[in-house]
Structure formats: structure tokens, C-alpha cells
């Protein structure tokens, strides 16, 4: 998969999409404060950085699993960039948001998660308190992404610090590591799994996933951008 169509399926469609999606997703059913996407938002908001980092790493940059590296390149060079407030800020979340909803699905201690609720950040440095809103977190970084990311990795804009063709190899590198890392999986398997695991050998696993149809909402999802939600105060997980 080139560059382009890479950034078109996985980043402009999938990634934000699927945050989009989550943005927009009401309380059902009385569940509140539970069930408002809270920690999957900025679950899939941290991973989408840290895979737009790799991308933007400098040149000459060997590509790696530095996933913290590749976190900061993002977080300092392109969301500050656009949005000053997170400045200084990217350990920080690394640590208590990144590291903690990844592993096990809860962030670190003093840590309170809102939706819909301004303002998207706030910090209690005597209590060690981190409080975030997850939309405004999100729409913060699809911003960053669109004014600064979107413009370089297109070519529209030149940066002194990575070029197209950098970007192209740590995608390929990305792609062959993953590719490894799936057939070493696959390799150890035993034999004797159940038939009914099997799925049609005609069946590509490059265009399907979770969406509507084999490959995932498109059209006039993409015009759903910022919008203006109900509040909600309700911590969310």
C-alpha cells in the first residue's frame, strides 16, 4: 500500500472516523456516567499520534518501535503547533493516558475523563490531578492533523525536517514488521483448531473491517467534522 492510499484508508477514514463516530455517540438507556466512550477515545486519539509520529519521524531516522518517541514527535511538533495549551504536557500523557488505557484499560490514578464538557483540560498540580475531555481532546488533535500533519504528509507543504520519501519507508518498514509479526503468530499455532474458524480464501483482509461494508463508512461521514455537542458533566470510562 502506498503512502496516499494509506493516509486515505487508516487516517482521513478509519482513525477519524471512528473518533468522529464515538464524538457523537449518545448515553443510552440511563447508563450514565457509563457507556459515553470516554476511554476509547482517547485510547484511539494517543494511537492515532503515535502512528502519525512514526510517519513523521526526521529524516534518517531508522524506523523503530519507539512508541514513546514517536508519540513525543507528534505531540511536540504538531499538536503544540497548533494547539499551545499541551505544551510541556506529552510525558504527562504518555504516562498516566497512553500507557494505562493501553494495557489495561484504565488510566493511571487521579486521572478524571469527562465528554462534553469544557474545559478540555485541566491540571491540579498539589493534588496531582489530570482532567481531560475526551471530544475536546479529540477535536483538538483532528485539528493538529488538518493544519499541521495533513499538509506535510500530502506534499502541500515542505518541511526541513521529513520528507515524502521518509515517510514512505518507515510506512514500508511499518507494513514488513507487522507482516512479520502476524506470520511468526500464525506459526505457532497448533493444527488442530476448530474448522469452523476457517474463513473464505477469497476473502481479503486488506479491505475488510469493522464498518459499513468491506471498506468502512465513507461518503458523507467525512463532512462531519466539529461540530458543536449537548454537554454532558459526566466522568466517563
Known sequence: MDLDA?????IESYLLHDLRNMAELPLQRNEAPYGGTGYPMLATTAAGMELLGLLLMPDETPFSRNGRGHFANYWDNYLVPARPLYLHLG????????????HVFVAKNNVIVLKNRQPTLGIDR???????????FYRDFEASYW???HPIIRGARRSSSVSREQMKRMLSALLA?????????????P?????ALEIPR??????????????????DQADRTRRSMPGTALPLG
Not at 494509506?6 to 487508516?10: E, H, K, N, R, S
Not at 510525558?91 to 494505562?100: A, E, M, Q, S, V
Not at 498539589?126 to 475536546?136: E, F
Open 191 to 195: 493444527s488442530n483448531l476448530d474448522p
Open 6 to 10: 494509506f493516509i486515505d484508508q487508516w
Open 91 to 102: 510525558d504527562l500523557f504518555y504516562k498516566l493516558i497512553r500507557h494505562g488505557i493501553a
Open 147 to 149: 493544519e499541521q500533519a
Open 202 to 219: 477469497d476473502l481479503d483482509p486488506s479491505t475488510c473491517h469493522a464498518g459499513e461494508g468491506p471498506t468502512g463508512p465513507r461518503g
Open 177 to 189: 514488521s507487522d507482516q512479520d509479526t502476524a506470520e511468526e503468530a500464525f506459526r505457532v499455532l
Open 126 to 136: 498539589q493534588r496531582c490531578v489530570l482532567r481531560i475531555d475526551c471530544t475536546g
